[in-house]
């Protein structure tokens, strides 16, 4: 019991890695799935994007779900977490105006949050340039 | 490399390959099944009406649609789609979908299966509520 008592003040600095490490999960399982089955998600790009861009529908889908992979993961990874996780989170508003108030756009609201409070906090005790090895950490 | 730096290597392999495995393994699930075929289907003339009697006891007329038929009504105002062999006309789901209006009209005109299971497969609520729309079955 004392033993367990002891670890109770470590456990606040592990909350941010936890957020930082559940918020990545989900947008990687975003990015793996719109890589797997682009037309599954097709039906969620604006079609103003897809004139401005000349691209396909499936091709937009394929590279958002590249970028939602690779940025996921090194945000996971703890890499470059500041950046990435704002990166994602105005990504994230991106989403929610094109899909709106429905209860995907709700439950978008949430991840944007969790991404924008990423962002705010930085660098936690796990990631690769932690708090207390330097001096920057964005 | 510090004991935190490597313990949170790990953690965000794992989370990787967790993430990326859960996201495969509902895409190997929502894989397109082959449409049910019957030796008892009386006719493939398309549009017509047949009784489905054949193999269960439901004694209602559906009529029969191809990709031609569906693919004629891929507007907002007249939406149809074919989901797994059946042909739906979706066009008052339009504003009720809770997922907004563009995922369904996405699927005006063409093959929706892929996007319905991959989104709803398994899900017992998406599927008794599509079940409403239900207006025949698709013949090739």
Partial sequence: MNTLKSYIPQLPSFAPVVLRLGIAGVVIWFGTSQLLSQAMWTSFIPDWVISLTHLSATTLVFINGLFEVVAGGLVALGFCVRPLATLLFLHMIGIIASVGLSPIGIRDIGIATGLLSVALYGNDILSWKSPASTSSSV | ?140
């Fill in chain 2, 1 to 140: 490399m510090t004991k935190n730096k490597k313990a949170g290597l790990t953690l965000g392999i794992i989370v990787l390959l967790i993430s990326s495995s859960v996201a495969y393994s509902q895409y190997q699930e929502n894989q397109p099944r082959t449409y049910p075929t019957s030796a008892s289907r009386e006719s493939i003339n398309p549009g017509t009406q047949t009784n489905s009697s054949a193999n269960s006891t439901d004694t209602s007329i559906l009529k029969k649609y191809t990709l031609a038929h569906v693919a004629a009504h891929n507007t907002e105002t007249s939406c149809w789609t074919t989901i797994n062999g059946d042909v739906y006309d979706i066009t008052s789901w339009i504003s009720q979908h809770p997922g907004g209006k563009q995922a369904i009209i996405g699927l005006c005109g063409i093959d929706g299966s892929d996007a319905f299971n991959g989104q709803h497969g398994g899900q017992r609520r998406p599927a008794s509520e599509l079940a409403g729309f239900k207006i025949g079955t698709l013949i090739k």
